[in-house]
C-alpha cells in the first residue's frame, strides 16, 4: 500500500472538481434557486461626494413587480465593524461615486433592475477629490500599512551614502489603479430560516471571514449565520472579505422575508469590490565602483477613501531584496473621494516589485553591469532589515538556472541593437519576491465505517486547485488513494480555517489537514483491526505550532525573463516568450502549481501592458468600467509562457514544506517586460502600462 501513494504529493494529479466544474454541474452562489426567490439591484451614488436629501421610491414602488425598496430612509441599524464599506444605509453621507445608496428588490431579476433605475436620489453634490497626485496635500503616514507592516523602515543615512556614491539612480515609477476582475462576479443568495438564523451561499475567499463579518454586522451570534463556497470563480483578493452585496442581500431578504438573490454585475466591480491603488513610487538607489548598493530608498504614495483606510503595502520588498547598508521606505497616503483601494493579487509585491526592479535594471545600465550580475552583487546575507537568516533563499539559483534556459548569455547588453524588419527586438529580466505566511487552522479527519476517509476544513478553493491539494496531503498523510479521500471545504460550519488570501491557503489548510491526518492515523492503529461501530474522528489545530516557529525570514523567491517585439510605427509591444523559475518550497501539486505561476505571469502580462482603470475627473469615478473598455490579457497576448520550480527543500515552514505560490507568478512580471522595452528601444517608460501612446512618446525619431 506504500508504495501505491508514493510520490502523490508533488504529482500532477487532475482537478478533483474538474469534471463537476466543466459539465456545469458545479453549483455556484447565484445557482440555487430555492422557492419564493427575490432579486436585489442596487442603485449607485451619482456623484463622488455629498449628502443624501431625499430618495424617491416611488416610481419603482410602483411597479407590483417590485417588492420593497431600501435605503437610508428605512433600513435596520447595523453594528459597526471595521469596514466602513460595509455600513450600509446608515447615514445619509456619500464617499465616493458607485457607493451603494438604495437597493430594489423585486420577482425578478428585471424587475429589480427597472426598479433600481427608477429610484430617484436627490442628493446634494459637492466638489470631490478623486486624483493622486505626486505631493498632493493630503498625504499623511499612515501607522500601519496592509498586512500589519510599519509604514516606514529607516536604516544608516540614505541621503549621505546617496551623496557619496559613485552612481546614483534617482527615478519616479508611477502604476494606475486595477481592478480585480475573476471571472465569477461577487454574488450572494441569502435565506433567512424560520428559527431566525441566516444562510448565505456566497462568492467569496473565505467563509470563515465572511460568517463572522455578516454576523457581526446584523448583531448575530455567529454560530446562527453560515456560509457555503463550495465553487468559486476566483477573486484575486476582491473576495477576500465580504463587500456590500453580501450584506445587501442579507438585509433584502430581511426586510423581505424572502430568500434573496443579488449578482454584482461586471461594471458594478468597478465600483465597490475594491481594486489596486495607483501609486507614485521615487526609487533612489546608490551604488559603489563595483556595483554594490550602498543606499536604497523607495518612497510611495497611494490612495485610500474617506470610508476606511487601507494602506497597500508596496516598499515592503525594498526590504528584503537587496543588501545595502542604508536604507529607508516610506509609504504616505492621500484619502480621497473614491472607492477604497484593496488587495489584488500580490498587493505592495506587484507594483512595489515593478518600480524596484525596474530601477535595479537601470542601475545596471548606469554601471555598466549586466542585470544578473548586478543583483548577485547585492545578494545578502542575511535579511537586510531584520538581521535574521532567511529560511531559504534561492533568488540567484532562479536567476542562474532561468538564464540558462532562456539563453541570457546570447543577449548583445547594449539596447537598440537588435532588429527583425521593422520589430525592435529586447529581453528583459526581474526577480520575484513573496513573503511565506501562514494562520492558524483547524481541521477534523474521519474514518467511517465503510473505510472512506473524510477531511473537513472550512478553506476555500477559489479555482486554484486547493481541494486537490489537500486531498493529496490527506492521502499522503493517512497512507492511502486519493480516491479513498474526500476533503469538504467552503462551508463556515466546517472547522475554522483563515481565507484564500496572502498565498498561504495550502501552508495554512495544509498543515491542519495533515496534522489532523496523523492524529486520525494514530486513533486507527489505537482501535486496531476490529470492525467500526461508528466513525473514528480526529482533530487538529495548528495555533500553538505557529506560536513556536522560529524568527527566521521566510519568502519565496523567482525569476522571470521576458522577450519583447517593438513595433516602432505603432508603439505596439509583443511579447513572444517569457519564462519564470520560481524557489517556493515543496510543491504540492505539479499541475494547478504550474497552472498559479502561469496564471500570475499572465495577469502580469496584462498589467505590464494592458490594465489600467482610468479616473474621470469631472464625474470624479473610474471611466472605463467594463471588459470592453478595461483591457485584460487574453489567449491571444499570450505565447508561449512557461513556469518551472526548482527542488526547494526548506525545515523551517510548516508540516508540509510549502511556500506560497498564489502570487508570485504576478511580481517581477511586468518589470522584466518593462526592462525588455527598454532593451528593445533603448528608452525607459516609467509609467504603467506600456501604452502605444507611452512608447510613442519617447521612441527617438531615428529609431521610427
Ligand atoms: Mo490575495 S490579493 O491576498 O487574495
Known amino acids: 500500500m506504500k508504495t501505491a501513494v508514493r510520490g502523490i504529493v508533488g504529482a500532477p494529479v487532475d482537478r478533483i472538481e474538474g469534471r463537476e466544474k466543466v459539465t456545469g454541474q458545479a453549483r455556484y452562489a447565484f445557482e440555487h434557486l430555492p422557492d419564493d426567490v427575490a432579486y436585489a439591484w442596487a442603485v449607485l451614488s451619482p456623484v463622488a461626494r455629498g449628502e443624501i436629501r431625499a430618495i424617491d421610491a416611488s416610481a419603482a414602488l410602483a411597479d407590483p413587480e417590485v417588492v420593497a425598496v431600501i435605503s437610508v430612509e428605512n433600513s435596520p441599524t447595523l453594528v459597526r465593524v471595521d469596514d466602513g464599506e460595509l455600513a450600509l444605509f446608515q447615514d445619509r453621507t456619500i464617499h465616493y461615486r458607485g457607493q451603494i445608496v438604495a437597493a430594489a428588490v423585486a420577482n425578478s431579476l428585471e424587475a429589480a433592475r427597472e426598479g433600481a433605475a427608477r429610484v430617484r436620489i436627490d442628493a446634494d453634490a459637492q466638489p470631490h477629490d478623486v486624483e493622486l497626485t505626486p505631493g498632493h496635500p493630503k498625504l499623511y503616514a499612515p501607522e500601519v500599512v496592509n498586512a500589519g507592516f510599519p509604514p516606514d523602515s529607516v536604516i544608516g543615512d540614505v541621503d549621505a551614502a546617496l551623496a557619496r556614491s559613485e552612481t546614483v539612480v534617482d527615478v519616479t515609477y508611477r502604476t494606475p489603479a486595477e481592478h480585480n476582475n475573476p471571472m465569477e462576479p461577487h454574488a450572494t443568495l441569502a435565506i433567512w430560516e424560520p428559527d431566525g438564523s441566516l444562510t448565505l451561499h456566497d462568492s467569496n475567499q473565505g467563509a470563515v471571514v465572511a460568517r463572522d463579518t455578516i454576523a457581526q454586522l446584523l448583531g448575530l451570534d455567529p454560530a446562527r449565520v453560515r456560509v457555503l463556497s463550495p465553487h468559486v470563480g476566483g477573486g484575486f483578493g476582491s473576495k477576500a472579505r465580504p463587500r456590500p452585496s453580501a450584506v445587501l442581500a442579507a438585509l433584502a431578504a430581511q426586510i423581505t422575508g424572502r430568500p434573496v438573490k443579488l449578482a454584482v454585475t461586471r461594471q458594478q466591480m468597478f465600483a465597490f469590490t475594491g481594486y489596486r491603488t495607483p501609486t507614485l513610487q521615487r526609487l533612489r538607489l546608490g551604488a559603489d565602483a563595483d556595483g554594490r548598493l550602498t543606499a536604497i530608498s523607495q518612497e510611495v504614495s497611494e490612495q485610500t477613501s474617506t470610508v476606511r483606510e487601507f494602506v497597500e503595502q508596496t ?332 527542488d526547494e527543500e526548506d525545515p523551517h515552514l510548516n508540516p508540509i514544506g510549502s511556500k506560497g505560490i498564489g502570487e508570485l507568478g504576478i511580481v517581477g512580471t511586468a518589470a522584466a517586460i518593462g526592462n525588455a522595452v527598454y532593451h528593445a528601444t533603448g528608452v525607459r517608460i516609467r509609467e504603467l502600462p506600456l501604452r502605444l501612446d507611452r512608447v510613442l512618446a519617447v521612441l527617438p525619431r531615428a529609431v521610427r
Open 315 to 646: 516598499a515592503t520588498p525594498a526590504r528584503v531584496m537587496y543588501a545595502a547598508h542604508n536604507r529607508r521606505t516610506t509609504h504616505r497616503v492621500a484619502a480621497l473621494d473614491v472607492p477604497t483601494p484593496s488587495i489584488m493579487r500580490a498587493p505592495g509585491e506587484a507594483p512595489g516589485m515593478y518600480a524596484l526592479e525596474s530601477a535595479i535594471d537601470e542601475l545596471a545600465s548606469a554601471t555598466g553591469l549586466d542585470p544578473i550580475a548586478l543583483r548577485a552583487r547585492n545578494e545578502p546575507q542575511l535579511d537586510p532589515e531584520r538581521g535574521v537568516p532567511f529560511s531559504s533563499r534561492n533568488l540567484l539559483a532562479c536567476l542562474r538556472e532561468g538564464a540558462a534556459r532562456f539563453g541570457w548569455d546570447r543577449r548583445e547588453p547594449a539596447p537598440g541593437t537588435r532588429r527583425d524588419g521593422r520589430w525592435l527586438l529586447g529581453t528583459g529580466v526581474a526577480a520575484s519576491t513573496y513573503p511565506v505566511y501562514r494562520y492558524p487552522a483547524q481541521a477534523t479527519a474521519r474514518l467511517r465505517p465503510d473505510g472512506g476517509l473524510v477531511v473537513s476544513i472550512a478553506a476555500a478553493d477559489i479555482g486554484t486547485g486547493a481541494r486537490t491539494v489537500l486531498t493529496q496531503l490527506a492521502a499522503d498523510a493517512l497512507d492511502v488513494q486519493i480516491g479513498r479521500v474526500t476533503v469538504e471545504l467552503g462551508d463556515s460550519a466546517l472547522p475554522r480555517a483563515f481565507m484564500a488570501g496572502a498565498s498561504m491557503g495550502t501552508a495554512s489548510w495544509g498543515s491542519a489537514v495533515v496534522r489532523a491526518c496523523e492524529a486520525l492515523r494514530a486513533r486507527i492503529a489505537e482501535h486496531g483491526d476490529a470492525p467500526l461501530e461508528a466513525d473514528l474522528e480526529a482533530h487538529a489545530d495548528t495555533t500553538e505550532e505557529i506560536a513556536r516557529l522560529e524568527n527566521l525570514s521566510r519568502h519565496a523567491f523567482g525569476a522571470q525573463f521576458a522577450e519583447v517585439r517593438v513595433d516602432p510605427d505603432t508603439g505596439e509591444i509583443r511579447v513572444p516568450r517569457m519564462l519564470g523559475v520560481f524557489a517556493a518550497g515543496r510543491i504540492i501539486n505539479a499541475k494547478t502549481a504550474r497552472s498559479q505561476m502561469v496564471g500570475g505571469m499572465t495577469m502580469g502580462l496584462s498589467m505590464a501592458l494592458m490594465e489600467e482603470s482610468v479616473m474621470d475627473r469631472e464625474f470624479g469615478d473610474y471611466l472605463n468600467h467594463d471588459l470592453a473598455q478595461y483591457h485584460v490579457a487574453a489567449n491571444a497576448d499570450v505565447r508561449d509562457i512557461e513556469a518551472i520550480f526548482l
